[in-house]
């Protein structure tokens, strides 16, 4: 059910970026604006996503769907509050997504997999933050980018 569940907000996520497409940057950001609830008692300490809509917020990173040592892009932005942090890897190599705070301690880390998906959670403070691929090597072959939440 986790799985549907996060296929969903996936699915959804994909079709408003595609809505939103067009531009001729080099990077694209990943925006928490898609409102969810939490499959394990979510509704407390909830706050607003950006896009208006009381509820987690969720943020969505992708490897890079050839197997490079790379996430779709490079940095994404969020909310502050609780957050669903999605990743999908659709490629044979195996990958993760960590998030670290300024201070350098792992703040959410999904499961290393090959293709397909996983979640976890994190209260996100306003700031910058690193995400990146814990797999030994690939965080130094430039897996990793840079998450800022508002």
Do not use: W
């Amino acid at each position: 059910m986790k799985k549907l569940v996060a296929m969903f907000a996936l699915l959804l996520a994909a079709f408003a970026l595609a809505a939103c497409g067009g531009g001729d940057d080099t990077t694209s950001d990943t925006t928490a604006e898609t409102p969810t609830t939490q499959e394990n008692g979510g509704g407390e300490g909830e706050k607003e996503a950006e896009g208006g809509t009381a509820g987690a917020a969720t943020v969505d990173f992708e490897a890079d769907p050839t197997g490079a040592l790379a996430y779709t892009s490079d940095s994404a932005t969020a909310s502050a509050g609780k957050a669903t942090v999605n990743f999908t890897n659709s490629s044979p190599v195996p990958h993760d997504v960590a998030i670290e705070d300024e201070a350098g301690e792992t703040i959410a880390e999904t499961e290393v997999l090959s293709e397909g998906s996983d979640s976890a959670t994190a209260e996100l403070e306003p700031g910058k933050y690193t995400f990146f691929c814990t797999v030994p090597g690939h965080r130094q072959g430039g897996m990793e980018g840079t998450l800022t939440v508002k």
